[in-house]
């Protein structure tokens, strides 16, 4: 599977995330009680911020397949928690439910996203901070090598904060960045 990213358009795509973070799949995005203006100003914000980026990526035939965020961690998500290092960034993806699961098709993604955020020659390592319960991520994330450091108390969440640098990405899935 291959996938182009695009920025994200708060506006044009509010309708299109309204839905993806609302439905009971995305229960970890915590959005559920979402209306549609609380999507568009939240990504409105993210689009305002320096520090915060959402993309979308799509399919080959051009459709939207999945939403990713990236952040520096020294400022977002993980100010206080973690010590950054230079060259880290801040990930979270996005797949939205279907009727009509792909085997393999969320791997796919992880893979793609991880490697976008590594095209960049100043990432170094991948930095993300999943709810302890969300065994079904931390799955993914180890099968693109991540590796767990330690549960963290957020305000929102109890997670488990795991780092994968550009080598353990590449050896976990043989994609070079």
Not at 8 to 18: F, I, R, T, V
Not at 23 to 34: E, I, L, V
Not at 88 to 116: K, Q
Request: hydrophobic share 45%; net charge negative; with cysteine.
């Amino acid at each position: 599977m291959t996938f182009t990213i695009r920025p994200l358009d708060p506006l044009k795509d509010a309708e299109l995330l309204h839905g993806w973070v609302t439905h009971p799949k995305a229960a970890f995005w915590m959005m559920q009680d979402a209306k549609l203006e609380d999507v568009e100003r939240a990504y409105m914000e993210i689009a305002a911020d320096e520090h915060h980026h959402a993309l979308l990526g799509l399919d080959e035939a051009g459709v939207p397949a999945f939403l990713m965020e990236k952040y520096d961690p020294a400022h977002r998500e993980l100010v206080g928690l973690y010590e950054p290092r230079p060259g880290d960034v801040g990930m979270h993806f996005l797949t939205p439910a279907t009727d009509t699961p792909v085997h393999g098709f969320t791997r796919a993604v992880i893979t793609a996203v991880m490697a976008h955020l590594f095209e960049d020659p100043a990432v170094r390592r991948v930095v993300v901070e999943p709810d302890v319960s969300n065994k079904a991520v931390h799955a993914l994330n180890e099968a693109v090598g991540f590796v767990p450091e330690r549960e963290i108390q957020k305000p929102e969440k109890k997670a488990l904060l795991s780092c994968c640098t550009r080598e353990q990405f590449m050896a976990a899935t043989g994609v070079t960045a």
